[in-house]
């Protein structure tokens, strides 16, 4: 780490969101853009098995400011004080952290998240003209025919499946005595935000339809270990068909590896992935005037 450098920072108006820094010893690139790393759910700023804390500084080594921030309520950050519902307090919280970027000398910012910090990702990138960039690492998408054809699929491929279907038992069973054969996503999936609501539909695909059209260039990284939410490399293109992703889109899907990259050899796959995607992007040039305007604003 002797290239790098790292500071905490402490962003938003009541000084209560807690980030750490991490920039090059030597002046940033100021070509490159900043990046801005967010919660994975519940788990602090560091990220599974530490994966933020090297990652960030792989990124500073080639020349990237790197902020990984606790959100508000989550890690060592208090809640907001100013704003009570978590989707907007975290959207606040992605605001402070570019507007601190900027006052110190970045042109631009990258959105990095996992899960829920993909959510956050997406939902933010379409609204600030200083995002250029997108890594969403399995974001939440909808099912579509195919990923319930495939689910059907592989439990057919269980042996216990075959059992339990003969034996008039199992959720095959259920599927193929029903008249409508068609499973919801809450059959395989856990509790959690529904697709079914087409108001949550309909918020993700604004959401990823106005990044796009923000002139977004988005990386997103696919694993084996969300079976019950995706399962094949271009659900995403299927899911929105109404969003031109066009080349702005880059696909990757790690099927062997699980949620959280546990194992080094994923995390690394992963890392090399993120690096060269930024590396060889090229990304779009905030507009001064844009830049100028945002710097009027006060800065935490």
């Not at 994975?40 to 098995?49: D, K, V």
Request: proline share 5%.
């Amino acid at each position: 780490m002797s290239g790098v450098a790292e500071k905490v920072v402490l962003l938003g108006a009541g000084k209560t969101v807690v980030s750490i820094v991490t920039q090059p010893v030597r002046s940033a690139d100021d070509g490159r853009p900043a990046v801005v790393v967010l919660n994975t759910g519940i788990i602090h700023r560091i990220g599974h098995n530490r994966m933020y804390v090297t990652l960030a500084r792989e990124l500073a080594e080639l020349g990237h400011v790197v902020l990984r921030l606790d959100q508000s309520g989550l890690g060592d950050s208090a809640p907001r004080p100013d704003v009570v519902d978590p989707l907007h307090a975290g959207l606040a919280d992605i605001s402070d952290a570019i507007d601190w970027l900027v006052a110190k000398g970045s042109k631009s910012v990258v959105l990095l998240g996992l899960c829920s910090g993909a959510d956050f990702t997406i939902a933010y990138a379409g609204r600030d003209p200083r995002v250029v960039g997108a890594v969403l690492m399995d974001p939440s998408i909808p099912p579509t025919t195919r990923y319930r054809l495939n689910a059907i699929g592989a439990r057919l491929m269980r042996g216990e499946a075959w059992t339990n279907l003969f034996r008039g038992r199992g959720r095959v069973w259920k599927i193929v005595t029903r008249q409508n054969a068609k499973p919801t996503t809450g059959e395989w999936a856990p509790s959690q935000l529904s697709f079914d609501d087409p108001q949550v539909r309909a918020f993700f695909e604004k959401a990823y339809g106005d990044a796009v059209d923000a002139g977004n260039q988005i990386l997103a990284i696919f694993t084996g270990g969300l079976k019950y939410q995706h399962n094949y490399k271009r659900q995403l293109l299927d899911a929105m068909p109404n969003v031109r992703f066009g080349k702005q889109l880059h696909l990757e899907y790690f099927a062997s590896c699980d949620h959280t990259f546990t194992f080094l050899e994923d995390r690394r796959r992963m890392f090399d992935k993120v690096k060269a995607w930024l590396s060889t992007t090229e990304f779009r040039v905030p507009d001064a005037q844009v830049l100028a305007e945002r710097a009027l604003k006060p800065t935490s």
